[in-house]
């Protein structure tokens, strides 16, 4: 990899970065609470899942990437909670704007973002080769079977 190409990841891959990611999806956490009330559904439905799995994912994908940004575990975890959130919270959305006669801002992206949990069957795919690397993040090589 180039000198370039390492610094542009270093920025990227940083500890400021992952706070910011992590306040977002603690905001998209608190919009599986709100969403659902305006749109008069029941909260419970998108809390239960969204406490028990994408939140403890979020939070312990934010200290791992904060204090090791270059270990991909973090940003792996990260990854499918902003999925998720993003999912749920854009399918309260777009309840709302129906309901509203889609007059709200938004409303066909919402459509659109309701379906972001689709690229979370690749990132399954991508979540074992972490898992058998080193405590550094590297990748180590797959047994073999034999």
Do not use: K
Not at 66 to 89: D, E, T
């Amino acid at each position: 990899m180039s000198a370039p190409a390492q610094a542009r990841r270093a920025r990227l891959a940083s500890p400021v970065s992952a706070l910011v990611l992590g306040c977002l999806l603690l905001l998209l956490a608190a919009g599986l609470v709100v969403l659902p009330i305006m749109a008069h559904q029941n909260p419970l439905e998108s809390i239960g899942v969204g406490l028990g799995i994408a939140v403890p994912f979020a939070a312990v994908g934010t200290v791992v990437a904060r204090r090791l940004p270059r270990n991909p575990i973090g940003w792996l975890m990260l990854a499918p909670s902003l999925l998720f959130l993003v999912s749920v919270n854009a399918s309260s959305y777009t309840v709302i704007d129906y309901r509203l006669g889609g007059h709200l801002p938004g409303g066909p992206v919402a459509v659109l973002l309701y379906q972001a949990w689709a690229p979370l069957i690749a990132l399954r795919r991508c979540g074992s080769p972490p898992l058998t690397g080193s405590p550094r993040g590297d990748i180590l090589p797959r047994p073999s079977g034999r």
